[in-house]
């Protein structure tokens, strides 16, 4: 799927004056054709044909039904954070850089030995943690695999960064939700030679010791048309399952 998400380009719509963008697939691919525009944001209408559907909040049925009302209401268009990743790399070759939607995660990869991480915050040192990794999110992304990982889960329109250590070798490091105007820095101090940074679960950089990721807010939100009828936790309940006994 990675290959496919990064091939596709929002970008075509830019071009041809788009009012919005209908995304026809699963959340993934709308993942990477927020990415693809870059800070040429337009507003999103998800339709999914996936599985899940968590941020494809349509189906082609309720598309059809609903078309008149996504195009003329412009009170449906919600705006999220995005982050912005910056590695540099300790080689000196050109730094990466993306917008990411849900989440950077610094996974510890083969053959997975702990490995070990310092952080700073908005240019003090913070901590520094040990364990699997660590993931850095947005409100968004903070259903995603924070939520797996024992993380916060926050409404999507809350103005804020959310990190989480990934098995955490200590007691003491737990979840933080930090002010969205936060800058992290992250800098390996113990790598495995499988060691990456993962970008919305799509987009893979090798890091190594001696590189540092650069993580704080985008300059611009994204843009995705909410379905009228559903509730802001609707698909929490249905289906994550949230507050609903198992079985």
Known sequence: ?????????????????????????????????????????????????????FLTQFSVHQLKEQFN??????????????????????????????????????????????????????GRQLTQVCGDGLIVCTPTGSTAHNMSAGGPLLMADVESIVMT?????????????????????????????G?????????QRPIRCGDRLHVQRARHPWCIIRNPRRPQWHNLVTKLRWGRPNG
């Open 69 to 122: 009302a996504i195009v003329a209401n412009g009170d449906l268009v919600t705006r999220r954070s995005l982050l912005q990743v910056r590695i540099q790399h300790a080689d000196g070759s050109d730094p990466f850089e993306s917008l990411c939607v849900n989440d950077c995660v610094l996974h510890a990869g083969p053959p997975f030995r702990v490995v070990c991480v310092a952080i700073s915050l908005d």
């Open 1 to 53: 799927m990675a290959g496919v998400a990064q091939e596709l380009n929002g970008r075509l719509a830019i071009e041809a004056e788009a009012d919005l963008i209908i995304v026809l697939g699963g959340d993934g691919t709308l993942l990477a054709v927020v990415r693809s525009l870059g800070a040429d944001q337009i507003p999103l209408v998800g339709v999914n044909f996936g599985k899940l559907g």
């Open 195 to 203: 060691t990456t940074a993962i970008i919305d679960g799509q987009v």
């Open 165 to 193: 250590p990934l098995n955490p070798h200590s007691f003491t490091h737990r979840p933080i939700v930090m002010s969205a105007t936060s800058r992290l820095e992250i800098e390996p101090v113990q790598v495995n030679p």
